[in-house]
């Protein structure tokens, strides 16, 4: 694993934008796996920057989302499907419909699940991009979750649901319970996974999956099973390591 420190979270985003371009001068089409919530935004701004200045185009790529609510109504702004369309779609030139997610919205939840984890796994994503929770989960694979799931239906921690209450005016109980994400081994099977944490409340988190031993009840330590694993972080989030 390697870890990267940088000064601020606007750097980090310009460092894992440039991964992203240097990958879209080896192939012409590319698969990026994105990821919602704070983490990512700057390295969402810095693509967008480099689009408007015409230095990059997502035009013949494809994306993946992590995870999604189940049961918000279609077109709820706090969908992480339309969370995507306003941050990445509507800022680059990713079109929509090359853009995929769990459907939380479906009848049938377990094929829906199947459908997609087959789906991405066929795809080969090339560059997944994860935030980390302060309880150690990726996508949303809370503690305890198996290293060796797919894509399936989880439960939300209180503590996941009060850390994302700040997108739902501050309630934890209108955080939806229930959640759609793709497992620790759909996570695993991307070539280049690029974890970013920003701030002192993912301090312990960082040092838990970057130092600690590998264990479920630490989701993001499965990144320690895998071959090419870049974790960037700020100074804050990084002050928990040796
Ligand atoms: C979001 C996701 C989550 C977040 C994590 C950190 O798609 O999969 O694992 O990355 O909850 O959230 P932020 O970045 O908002 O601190």
């Known amino acids: 694993m390697e870890v990267v420190i940088v000064p601020d979270a606007a750097t980090g985003g310009r460092l894992v934008a440039g991964a992203v371009a240097a990958l879209l001068r080896e192939h012409s089409s590319i698969v990026l796996g994105l990821a919602t919530g704070s983490s990512p935004a700057p390295v969402y701004d810095d693509l967008a920057a480099r689009h408007q200045r015409g230095e990059l185009s997502l035009a013949g790529s494809r994306a993946f989302l992590l995870d999604e609510y189940v049961g918000l109504p279609p077109g709820h702004p706090e969908s992480y499907r339309a ?35 087959a789906t991405v796994r066929a795809a080969g994503v090339h560059l ?25 239906l989880k439960t939300l921690t209180a503590q996941t649901r009060r850390d994302n209450a700040r997108f739902f005016g501050g309630d934890p109980e209108a955080v939806p319970r229930h959640v759609l ?16 944490a920003w701030g002192e409340a993912k301090a312990d988190a960082v040092a838990a999956l970057v130092e600690g031993p590998l264990t479920a009840m630490v989701p993001a330590s499965a990144l320690q099973l895998h071959p090419r694993a870049t974790v960037v972080v700020d100074e804050a989030a990084a002050a928990g390591l040796r």
């Open 128 to 152: 997944q991009l994860l935030g980390v929770g302060t309880d150690g989960h990726i996508g949303f694979n809370e503690p305890g979750s198996s290293l060796g799931s797919s894509t399936r």
């Open 181 to 196: 994400t793709q497992g620790i081994a759909t996570i695993l099977a991307a070539r280049h996974l690029v974890l970013l």
């Open 83 to 117: 969370v995507i369309e306003r941050e990445v779609v509507a800022r680059l030139d990713l079109p929509g419909a090359a853009v995929r997610g769990p459907d939380g919205g479906a009848t049938d939840l377990e094929a829906a699940c199947r459908d997609y984890d």
